[in-house]
């Protein structure tokens, strides 16, 4: 999957680049249809430049030794809440973080793994009026348990089995962008960990992502 990966990314950026080259050379020759072609082969191509950086992804954290340390997850998150905020001032977002949460692993593959979980807490919610994100953790038989709680669109849990599998969504690109490969990187991240990974949603009631990391 690496070698393969890495190896589109040349043809790929020839794709993009021609097209981009014969709209700005040759735009003004074509007619509105010509021009709607071209760009959304660059919207394809960049799309599938989005999937191979995933999968790369993907095919690093199954990769090398766990390093654990002493990691500090509710900073991570405020952290990483930090940066989605800035990059979109104008938005409500209330932002709900426990402090003090922290557990034994390897800080690197914790942060890919919560970069996701968060980025997704805060994709699934952005038609609400106001954005509502959560992170905690809660004692379940004897296990701590961390969380990643939204008050977004939610899902069907029939289809719980898809989401951490590569490529499998529950929403169209028209509803919301993405490539599959997120939650299929967080279920590899857990795993690496000995943990486990699991959701709770309702549709149009917001989705509550769990994991464990055992120590």
Request: hydrophobic share 35%; proline share 2%.
């Amino acid at each position: 999957s690496y070698s393969v990966s890495h190896d589109l990314r040349a043809p790929l950026r020839s794709i993009d680049g021609f097209s981009f080259a014969v709209l700005e050379d040759y735009g003004d020759k074509l007619d509105e249809t010509g021009r709607h072609y071209l760009n959304r082969i660059r919207q394809g191509s960049q799309m599938m430049a989005q999937l191979i950086d995933d999968i790369l992804e993907l095919s690093r954290v199954s990769r090398g030794k766990v390093k654990r340390v002493q990691v500090d997850l509710s900073s991570m998150v405020e952290e990483i809440m930090n940066t989605l905020l800035h990059a979109d001032q104008d938005r409500k977002v209330v932002v709900d973080v426990m402090p003090g949460v922290t557990c034994n692993a390897d800080e690197g593959l914790t942060r890919i793994a919560l970069n996701n979980l968060v980025s997704n807490a805060w994709k699934y919610s952005q038609d609400n009026p106001q954005t509502r994100i959560q992170f905690g953790m809660e004692d379940r038989n004897s296990s701590r348990v961390f969380y990643v709680r939204d008050n977004g669109v939610g899902f069907d849990m029939r289809y719980v089995g898809k989401l951490f599998k590569p490529f499998q969504r529950l929403h169209g690109d028209d509803q919301f962008e993405g490539t599959g490969i997120g939650l299929a990187t967080v279920a590899r991240v857990i795993s690496r960990h000995k943990g486990k990974v699991w959701a709770e949603s309702e549709i149009g009631k917001g989705s509550t992502f769990y994991f464990t990391i055992p120590s």
